[in-house]
């Protein structure tokens, strides 16, 4: 199913059942499961101001995880790439997402400065980037744009 959430009165945030599906895979509901994560890829809607996540990169071997920690390696972002020349240029690099073991996830203070460091660092349309957590029983998301600091999104009902 998907999910959609408020970025402005205008702009909706829309993750679609395929991207959900994609994440839900890597739900830490035992307590041996390490973090998982990657990047958001999809589209900013040309008719709306609506942005679309329509798939996401899930974790690589190159990837350094434990329970509590998830550090992400370059291969994502080479992922991003191949899928990006695949679907004609129109897949973009949205933002990015992990796993927490809590149920309703909270952002860790070096998960707050990867993401003020991927707005600073990475190459991205728009104004902003988008930074999901997939906790157990609930997936948040935030947004940080170069101008403003981070904030949570307000879920939507679909
Ligand atoms: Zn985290």
């Known amino acids: 199913m998907k999910l959609v959430f408020r970025v402005t009165p205008k702009q909706r945030f829309i993750i679609t059942g395929q991207a959900v599906e994609q994440m839900l895979a890597h739900v830490q509901r035992r307590f041996w499961h390490c ?4 990047v958001l890829l999809g589209r900013h809607l040309l008719d709306s101001y609506d942005v679309v996540v329509d798939e996401v990169t ?3 071997s190159t990837d350094r995880r434990t ?14 790439k191949e899928r990006w020349e695949a679907e004609a240029s129109t897949l973009a690099y949205l933002g990015l997402w992990h796993t927490h073991p809590e149920d309703s996830p909270t952002p860790s203070s070096v998960d707050m400065s990867d993401w003020v460091q991927a707005v600073a660092k990475d190459t991205f349309d728009g104004p902003r980037l988008f930074f999901l957590i997939v906790g157990r029983k609930e997936i948040r998301v935030w947004t940080k744009s170069c101008t403003d600091s981070i904030r949570e999104l307000k879920c939507e009902a679909p």
């Open 35 to 38: 973090e998982a994560g990657g």
């Open 58 to 60: 899930v974790p690589q």
């Open 67 to 80: 329970r509590f920690s998830f550090f992400r390696s370059k291969k994502h972002e080479t992922i991003a």
